[in-house]
């Protein structure tokens, strides 16, 4: 069974970093895609960034320069670097392993983490 654990959120200042780490179990994790989604309040989830197996990244315009995404296969672990962070960037952060020719939010999901940017 897959098994997605993200850890690293909480409440920063605007400006502020926090960096996300989701440790993925029950997959060749190396061979997957991996992205983060986010879920502002009282809106839909939305995706941030994507790295493939083999390295390249992907992100949305919003957080393009500010936002890192990165991966260790050799501890099965996906990275969300967020600098210069927003009170936009609020919300709940979600690690994905999406199911192969299907789009982010579908397959696998962490149960999230909470992040808070205060102004």
């Known amino acids: 069974q897959v098994q997605l654990v993200e850890s690293g959120g909480g409440l920063v200042q605007a400006g502020g970093s926090l960096r996300l780490s989701c440790a993925v179990s029950g997959s060749i994790f190396s061979r997957n895609a991996m992205g983060w989604l986010h879920q502002a309040p009282r809106k839909t989830r939305e995706f941030v960034a994507s790295?493939?197996?083999?390295?390249?990244?992907s992100y949305a315009d919003s957080v393009k320069g500010r936002f890192t995404i990165s991966r260790d296969n050799a501890k099965n672990t996906v990275y969300l670097q967020m600098n210069s962070l927003k009170p936009e960037d609020t919300g709940v952060y979600y690690c994905?392993?999406?199911?192969?020719?299907?789009?982010w939010g579908s397959g696998y999901l962490g149960q999230g983490t909470q992040v808070t940017v205060s102004s």
């Open positions: 790295i493939t197996s083999g390295g390249s990244t």
């Open positions: 994905n392993q999406p199911y192969e020719y299907a789009g």
